[in-house]
């Protein structure tokens, strides 16, 4: 069976240059259709210094589409009965395609694969989520997860977890997931009112709705470093979170339940953010959070941002 590769790409530098090598091995290639690249309109030079593959495309974008838009324009453009979506990020080991390939096979009832991500230090990363409820997200608000881990779970990401044993999740991250072509037939695409952060959530909620199901498997292997192309813009990184969770309740959760959200985000997260930071002396990283909550509250961002991320 062949795997497309969707990549959605805004000035990833290196990092970009190093997944394409890692898919093009000669042991990848053979299982490989197509490898869509999507450019949001970077800045550097990830696009100019990649290498020419007779099976990789780029998708150049002249303006930042966003992460779920760019997705979805990869998506449309496979035909393979596998999809995978990779972060840039992100690198496959020689067997990482054959396996999944092979697991999928096996277990045709899977709509959704996950595998065991490991950091630059060769740590197991938490890659696994769960759906969140409105008192749980409220909850994740006040910092209660992270004050008493061990009475509240984190309300989505799955880091109370080890991730060393295989099983059904709720969602697996956004960075590795491997998805049977046919999920976009039952469900259609990422939802592009999401312009980055909970696209895969809210993708994998209306899946499990219709009762598809996502696997993590901890017996196959990829790499992620995991430096979001977002960490240089902290505040306007937080306005998108915050701006993505509020979208997020108000589609899955009862009206009731969005409000309560609505209340923490808005009346309590900002202060237990605070809190935090001033308990480990990140006292710098108070001005990005003052100004997420601003640019949330009145709707208005730097154009910078809107041209760059």
């Known amino acids: 069976m062949i795997t497309d590769i969707v990549i959605v790409n805004w000035n990833s530098g290196n990092y970009l240059f190093k997944c394409i090598q890692s898919v093009f091995t000669k042991r990848n290639e053979a299982l490989i259709g197509e490898v ?10 990830s696009i100019v210094q990649l290498p020419n593959y007779n099976k990789q495309k780029v998708i150049k974008n002249y303006q930042n589409l966003g992460f779920a838009k760019a997705c979805n324009q990869g998506f449309k453009l496979s035909t393979a009965s596998y999809v995978l979506l990779l ?4 690198q496959i080991l020689d067997t990482t395609l054959e396996d999944c390939t092979n697991f999928m096979e096996a277990n045709p009832e899977i709509d959704i694969l996950g595998c065991r ?5 060769g740590e197991t990363s938490p890659s696994c989520a769960r759906f969140p409820t409105a008192v749980s997200m409220l909850i994740d608000c006040a910092g209660l997860s992270k004050i008493f881990p061990f009475i509240f779970k984190p309300a989505i990401l799955m880091s109370d977890w080890d991730h060393k044993t295989s099983g059904y999740v709720d969602q697996v991250m956004g960075a590795f997931m ?4 046919s999920v976009f037939e039952k ?6 009112q999401f312009f980055v952060y909970s696209e895969e959530l809210d993708f994998s909620k209306r899946l499990s709705d219709i009762g598809g199901k996502s696997y993590y498997n901890t017996d196959i292997t990829a790499i992620h470093s995991g430096q979001g192309t977002t960490i240089s813009v902290k505040a306007f990184r937080l306005f998108l979170n915050l701006q993505s969770r509020l979208l997020y309740a108000r589609k899955h959760f009862k009206y009731s339940g969005y409000l ?3 209340f923490g985000t ?4 900002p202060f237990s953010r605070i809190f935090f930071l001033l308990i480990k002396g990140k006292f710098s990283d108070i001005k990005s959070v003052v100004k997420g909550y601003r640019m949330l509250i009145t709707k208005k961002t730097n154009h910078k941002f809107k041209v760059d991320l």
Request: proline content about 3%; hydrophobic content about 40%; aromatic content about 16%.
């Open 117 to 121: 991500l490991l950091d630059d230090a």
């Open 187 to 192: 469900v259609g695409y990422f939802d592009e």
């Open 178 to 181: 491997f998805m049977r072509h």
């Open 260 to 262: 309560l959200v609505c």
């Open 36 to 45: 869509f690249i999507i450019d949001n309109d970077s800045s550097d030079n």
């Open 266 to 269: 808005y009346f309590i997260e």
């Open 87 to 90: 972060n840039p990020d992100a």
